[in-house]
């Protein structure tokens, strides 16, 4: 555990306190929770007094805060990233596009997923900030599509918008019981990899115009 005396934080060219106690708090609340995390945990974390969480946030409640803010403002970025110039006027190309950059994205930033899961477990109003944002941009694009003649005449698109998101972070909120059942972890590459493989064709013959690969 540190000792460093409570108050203001002494200057170091070589470390910022403020990031530091960030990047800790949210790979702690990430993986336990915000109600099983207490201070004490985030400074040995950290490698920092108490009294040092305190000048930065104020309280475990400002710490959260910042944190979330911190995490928003990423999953806003890696949205509009996994949506940028998706090519909808080619519904093949949509999908498969949709499906790499979300592989991806979501590789990369596992526990900001996980940080998401807890606070929709534990403060709801918050995480549907972000997933309605992350809707409104999936539905643009279904928009797109359909304007385009690319998307089943019959495709329900609020619920096909849900469907995506399903796709996209299900795993991560099914991560223990995914483990639990099959022996692999949802977010390592192989179980990524085969995942994206059954999106592709799920999503390619249940939105795409066309003929009914089943002939029905």
């Excluded at 540190?2 to 949210?26: F, Q, Y």
């Excluded at 911190?70 to 999953?75: D, E, G, L, N, P």
């Excluded at 799920?202 to 115009?209: E, K, M, R, S, V």
């Amino acid at each position: 555990m540190s000792t460093a005396k409570s108050g203001r934080p002494k200057k170091d060219n070589n470390r910022n306190t403020r990031k530091d106690l960030l990047v800790a708090a949210m790979k702690l609340f990430a993986h336990q929770g915000f109600r099983q995390v207490n201070l004490t945990d985030i400074s040995e974390r950290a490698g920092v007094s108490i009294g040092l969480i305190r000048h930065y946030f104020g309280s475990k409640k400002g710490l959260i805060d910042e944190c979330t803010a911190v995490v928003m403002k990423r999953f806003r970025k890696i949205f509009r990233q996994i949506l940028d110039d998706s090519g909808p006027s080619e519904g093949a190309a949509f999908i498969e596009h949709l499906e790499l950059r979300t592989r991806s994205a979501f590789t990369d930033n596992v526990a900001l997923l996980q940080y998401l899961r807890q606070l929709t477990i534990e403060n709801p109003p918050v995480a549907n900030e972000v997933f309605k944002e992350y809707f409104l941009l999936l539905q643009q694009e279904l928009n797109r599509m359909e304007a385009g003649g690319h998307l089943r005449g019959d495709a329900n698109k609020v619920w096909l918008t849900f469907q995506l998101m399903f796709l996209q972070m299900g795993p991560v909120f099914l991560s223990e019981q995914i483990e639990a059942i099959v022996g692999v972890a949802s977010h390592g590459p192989e179980a990524i990899r085969e995942r994206g493989k059954e999106n592709v064709r799920i999503l390619t013959y249940g939105i795409l115009a066309g003929p009914d690969p089943e002939g029905t």
